[in-house]
T-cell receptor
Framework: RKEVEQDPGPFNVPEGATVAFNCTYS??????FFWYRQDCRKEPKLLMSVYSSGNEDGRFTAQLNRASQYISLLIRDSKLSDSATYLC???????????FGSGTRLSIRP | DGGITQSPKYLFRKEGQNVTLSCEQN?????MYWYRQDPGQGLRLIYY???????QKGDIAEGYSVSREKKESFPLTVTSAQKNPTAFYLCASSPPLAGGNYNEQFFGPGTRLTVL
């Protein structure tokens, strides 16, 4: 099992739809998680941090399920500008282990 | 403005040449990182540094070297020993670890290296 695994997609949904995707992780000791957004040929930018059970920021909700070892990202009322690749990150408590998932591609169509 | 800068944005090199990628940050972050990203792939850690004059190998350090002489700077050298150096290189920094949780990373705009 990969340490951090994501469905590569692409997820192709209409504007205004709700879309969700998961990220599974293998190290149960991980304390915090992050979702990054990466636009084509650009650097990743932090979208949300998840330190406990979850986090909500406007249309975006991230949830952590420690029992099943996954985090999810839910996007409500999706916009065309949400089209991007979403990277899940599971850092361990030491700096040497920062594991990025390979990303989930999301495409919002008009 | 505070941030991370990488230069150059695009870099072309002939096979067999060493090349150095620049990374500078004025965020006063202790930790800095270098990643490599190949098309359709996630980020892979090359090297990281938690403090000046100290750095550690990541998962794919072979063929690369770094230095950390100043807190603000973490240059990466891609040597001729790196067999497949064409990739998108990203530098990142993060503030110190706090309360057992790991802090997020802030990325520079990246350098696209193409070996001709």
């Amino acid at each position: 099992r990969k340490e951090v695994e994501q469905d590569p997609g692409p997820f192709n949904v209409p504007e205004g739809a709700t879309v969700a995707f998961n990220c599974t992780y293998s190290n149960s000791a991980s304390q915090s998680f992050f979702w990054y957004r990466q636009d084509c040929r650009k650097e990743p930018k932090l979208l949300m941090s998840v330190y406990s059970s979850g986090n909500e920021d406007g249309r975006f909700t991230a949830q952590l399920n420690r029992a099943s070892q996954y985090i999810s990202l839910l996007i409500r009322d999706s916009k065309l500008s949400d089209s991007a690749t979403y990277l899940c990150v599971s850092p361990y408590s030491s700096a040497s282990k920062i594991i990025f998932g390979s990303g989930t591609r999301l495409s919002i169509r008009p | 403005d505070g941030g991370i800068t990488q230069s150059p944005k695009y870099l072309f090199r002939k096979e067999g040449q060493n090349v150095t990628l620049s990374c500078e940050q004025n965020l006063n972050h202790d930790a800095m990182y270098w990643y490599r990203q190949d098309p359709g792939q996630g980020l892979r850690l090359i090297y990281y540094s938690q403090i000046v004059n100290d750095f550690q190998k990541g998962d794919i350090a072979e063929g690369y070297s770094v230095s950390r002489e100043k807190k603000e700077s973490f240059p990466l050298t891609v040597t001729s020993a790196q067999k497949n150096p064409t990739a998108f290189y990203l530098c990142a920094s993060s503030p110190p670890l706090a309360g057992g949780n790991y802090n997020e990373q802030f990325f520079g705009p990246g350098t696209r290296l193409t070996v001709l």
